[in-house]
């Protein structure tokens, strides 16, 4: 059994649908990254999971629970992380950031023990600076330390990473992961492609409230046996059939633009050097010479016809 | 960041509901005690009030006044800290999502209304102290049962409790703090808090006798100042109101 199940899940508000149909299942020890763009639905398909909304239609299973019915007995075994912002983030605003955490872990039956979440997410500094004058990254890292502080077996994570620099990110990520690691199955949200293909084991990708496209980022990206290619830039009208003898046999070469060329086959760097040597002999350079696969953000483009936001 | 170890293989479960009730509680009261304009509301304001109407002559009072003082700033007290406060506080904690997000850990709504009944208690509790130990030093001399007084605290405090919860839980958080901050200043006013409600005439007075306030103010007059039984009309009106605000807060409230 997943840990969660979500079927045909519907839900409007008024006149506007927020979700269509969205289906889609993430497993314990894993990380399902809920991935589209803005309004496509994403919170409110994991605020329904987290019992935080009622569904219109649709049947949605979180370890078993349905979120409405027996929201008691999943809030003690869930951790939710609700979308960060100036408005809404769920802290009292005056409250120092290690009271939060403690008051918190004190509504849970086995809390991680405060001082070394706290430290492991460097916000031992802050412990006793209040919510608004935390910086964004300091709230978001303690937002994510609320979320887990009860050893949940499951998390939800609204857009995690939003407002992080790198190096936060990074902490993030790293902590998201060892929560994976340990069998805790790990729901997050996201508009950033980057994120769901490094860090996701599936990634559900949802458009305007409907399931795009489902999969591992490596799957999504080798649909329909697409192979990687390398692409180079030189002189057009090159002898591409000289070009092809010195290639391993199975490689093919095409121009698709004038003076653009793409090699497909088994891309390897003897067959960069190759290229490049065969270039050089000619008296010529292969300028912007590039490996190129799908990248997940050319699946998203072309299945949302959006380009992602950074 | 350091990598300190941290198991987190998944233990979960919700902690046993005093341990959730005394941390939540002490939130509560640490916040509001760390609240500046909170403090000035519930404390200074009705201290302040009581020092200087029973040192000014500003009003024509019953003498000895400080006898008809004391039990109405008591009843001002109790209003500021169960129902001005508390509709601000919880006005935010809204907007803010406080409630929304507490709403996904394992803490109960009965347990989180709880921990704000205890709160406002404690600082109930320190208010009546203070404004008692100044009355006493003002040359107050208190009567009557102490179990009716505080009985009567208790009452009012569901009833402007239930009355600020239904307020914090419907309207926005700025309109909850203006209202709240009206509703206290036309109480005060109006309610037989510093000024007797005999001085208005007849026909409003026996409305004014209806506001909550005023069954409260009045009812710790009677029993604090000639030693005699509250009315029952006042213990009457300050249920009424109490029942009637819990049962729509309970149904109006709104967690987001």
Known sequence: MAAVEVSSLAKRYSSVVAVADVSFRAAAGEITAVLGPNGAGKTTTVEICAGLRLADGGTVRVLGLDPTRDGAALRARIGVMPQGGSTASGVYPSARAGEVLRLYAALHAHPLPVGPLLERLGLTAVERTPWRRLSGGEQQRLSLALCMVGRPEAVFLDEPTAGLDVAGRHAAWDLVNQLKEAGVAVVLTTHAIDEAEQLADSVVIIDAGRVVATGSPAALTHRDGERPRLQFDAPAGLAIGELLVVLPAGS??????????????????????????????????????????????????ELTGKASTP | MTAVPLDLTPAPGAAPRSRQLLAQATMELRLTLRNGEQLLLTVVIPTVLLILLTSAPIADLPKPRIDFLVP????????????TGQAIGTGFERRYGV?????????PRAVLLTAKTVSVLCIEVLQVALLCVVGLIAGWSPHGNPIAVVGLLLLGTAAFSALGLLMAG??????????????????????????????FSPGVRHVLELLPISALSNGLRVVLRSGGGAPLHDWVTLAVWAAVAAVAAARTFRWD
Not at chain 1, 254 to 266: A, F, I, K, L, M
Not at chain 1, 278 to 299: H, N
Not at chain 2, 181 to 191: C, D, E, F, M, S
């Open chain 1, 252 to 301: 093919a070469v095409t121009e698709p633009e004038p003076g653009h060329y793409v090699v497909t086959g088994d891309v390897t760097p003897q067959l960069a050097a190759d290229v490049a040597a065969w270039c050089a002999q000619r008296g010529l350079i292969a300028e912007r010479l590039t490996t190129a696969a799908r990248s997940l953000e050319d699946v998203f483009v």
């Open chain 2, 72 to 83: 109405g700033v008591l009843a001002l007290a109790v209003m500021s800290t169960a129902f």
């Open chain 2, 170 to 199: 419907t309207l926005r958080a700025e309109a909850t703090l203006a209202a709240a901050n009206l509703v206290y200043l036309l109480l005060l006013v109006l309610g037989g808090v510093a000024f007797p409600l005999t001085d």
């Open chain 2, 99 to 107: 409630l929304r997000r507490l709403g996904t850990a394992p803490l």
